[in-house]
Structure formats: structure tokens, C-alpha cells
């Protein structure tokens, strides 16, 4: 029985070691310092302050700026998750409908306007930090209204925060929800 415990435990030691220490230690060590923002939670700082996350959704209501996608975790980063409701439920498809009711009206929409669907759905997490570039655009007109700044302003600073698509080809463009709003914070009008 020793011949067979004495290997085994030095087995458990090792690999102990190897991948519950030296492995561990090896990628943090890698992801400080080859990508140190993305390893460290790509923090939003405002005047020295961490305001966020920019992995992260905020959920932002004033009128004075861009709102989020809706989320079914209110924006909690502790409890990400979807609403895990089908596409046909009837709770999902009314809660479409309030949401682009209500969208309609915050942004002063007729009430025949397409609305772009991740202005009225959730990401599969909760926690999605983009939208699209539709739905930032026809946020503009009311933050500029609200901020006292030309249309023209704002659209330029949703281009200016228009992130490609991934590898070029995958996905769409997307627009950073915290990154816009901390730039408006910073445009003066």
C-alpha cells in the first residue's frame, strides 16, 4: 500500500502545484501584461473616479443620455442572466410592446416607427454594454435636446464610439452605451 500512496501523493502534489498555482499565476501574469485594461475589468474612470465597467451595461435613464438595452437582472453585474422567456410567450411579446411603446414616446417617435429590437429586448445576459448604432441614433435627437448640443454633436460622438464589427466580418457594429455617455459628460454645449 506505501508503494502506491507515496506516488499518488506526490502525483496530487505536482499536479496541485502545476494547475492550481503555477498555471494560475502564469495567465494573470500573461493577461497583465499583454492586455492589463481587459484584465483588470476595462474600468471607466471620470475625473480619477471608476464610474463602471465598459464590459458591463449601466443602467442609465435620464433623459440627458443614451439608454442601455433593457435588462432582466436590472443591471446587476452579481446576477447575470435573460428573461428565459420564448419567443411566442405572451409575458415576452407584451413586454416587447410596452417597451416600444415606451421608447416610441421617450425619444418623440410617431407611433408607427420601427423601433430597433435590442431597444426592446434583452441580451442573453442582462448585462449587454452595446447597442446598435439604429438605436443610438434615434436616441440622439432627445439627448441633444435635453443637453442643449446639435443633433449633429451627438451623432458625431455615436460615430466616434462605433466599434467595428469583430474580425471585420462577425457581428454588427455596436455602439458603447457608458463610453457615449461619458463623452456627452465631457462635450460642453
Same mark, same amino acid.
Given at each position: 500500500?506505501?508503494?502506491?500512496?507515496?506516488?499518488?501523493?506526490?502525483?496530487?502534489?505536482?499536479? #496541485?502545484?502545476? =494547475?492550481?498555482?503555477?498555471? !494560475?499565476?502564469? %495567465?494573470?501574469?500573461?493577461?497583465?501584461?499583454?492586455?492589463?485594461?481587459? +484584465?483588470?475589468?476595462?474600468?471607466?474612470?471620470?475625473?480619477? #473616479? @471608476?464610474?463602471?465597467?465598459?464590459?458591463?451595461?449601466?443602467?442609465?435613464?435620464?433623459?440627458?443620455?443614451?439608454?442601455?438595452?433593457?435588462? +432582466?437582472?436590472?443591471?446587476? !453585474?452579481?446576477?447575470?442572466?435573460?428573461?428565459?422567456?420564448?419567443?411566442?410567450?405572451?409575458?415576452?411579446?407584451? &413586454?416587447?410592446?410596452?417597451?416600444?411603446?415606451?421608447?416610441?414616446? @421617450?425619444?418623440?417617435?410617431?407611433?408607427?416607427?420601427?423601433?430597433?429590437?435590442?431597444?426592446? =429586448?434583452?441580451?442573453?445576459?442582462?448585462?449587454?454594454?452595446?447597442?446598435? %448604432?439604429?438605436?443610438?441614433?434615434?436616441?440622439?435627437?432627445?439627448?441633444?435636446?435635453?443637453?442643449?448640443?446639435? %443633433?449633429?454633436?451627438?451623432?458625431?460622438?455615436?460615430?466616434?464610439? *462605433?466599434?467595428?464589427?469583430?474580425?471585420?466580418?462577425?457581428?454588427?457594429?455596436?455602439?458603447?452605451?457608458?463610453?457615449?455617455?461619458? +463623452?456627452?459628460? &465631457? *462635450?460642453?454645449?
Amino acid at each position: 500500500m506505501r508503494r502506491q500512496l507515496v506516488p499518488a501523493l506526490g502525483m496530487l502534489v505536482f499536479f #496541485t502545484m502545476l =494547475t492550481g498555482v503555477l498555471y !494560475p499565476l502564469t %495567465v494573470t501574469g500573461i493577461g497583465q501584461a499583454v492586455f492589463p485594461d481587459q +484584465a483588470n475589468g476595462s474600468l471607466a474612470r471620470q475625473d480619477g #473616479t @471608476v464610474v463602471g465597467s465598459r464590459l458591463i451595461a449601466q443602467g442609465f435613464t435620464e433623459p440627458g443620455y443614451v439608454h442601455p438595452r433593457p435588462s +432582466a437582472v436590472g443591471y446587476d !453585474p452579481r446576477d447575470s442572466g435573460g428573461a428565459n422567456l420564448g419567443a411566442t410567450n405572451p409575458d415576452l411579446l407584451a &413586454a416587447i410592446d410596452a417597451r416600444a411603446k415606451t421608447y416610441r414616446e @421617450v425619444n418623440g417617435l410617431p407611433t408607427d416607427h420601427d423601433v430597433p429590437v435590442d431597444a426592446v =429586448t434583452g441580451s442573453g445576459s442582462g448585462l449587454d454594454p452595446m447597442i446598435s %448604432v439604429a438605436n443610438a441614433t434615434l436616441q440622439a435627437p432627445r439627448v441633444a435636446r435635453v443637453r442643449d448640443l446639435p %443633433v449633429g454633436r451627438v451623432l458625431g460622438l455615436i460615430e466616434d464610439h *462605433t466599434a467595428g464589427r469583430g474580425l471585420g466580418f462577425l457581428g454588427e457594429e455596436g455602439v458603447n452605451v457608458l463610453d457615449l455617455n461619458l +463623452a456627452l459628460d &465631457a *462635450t460642453a454645449g
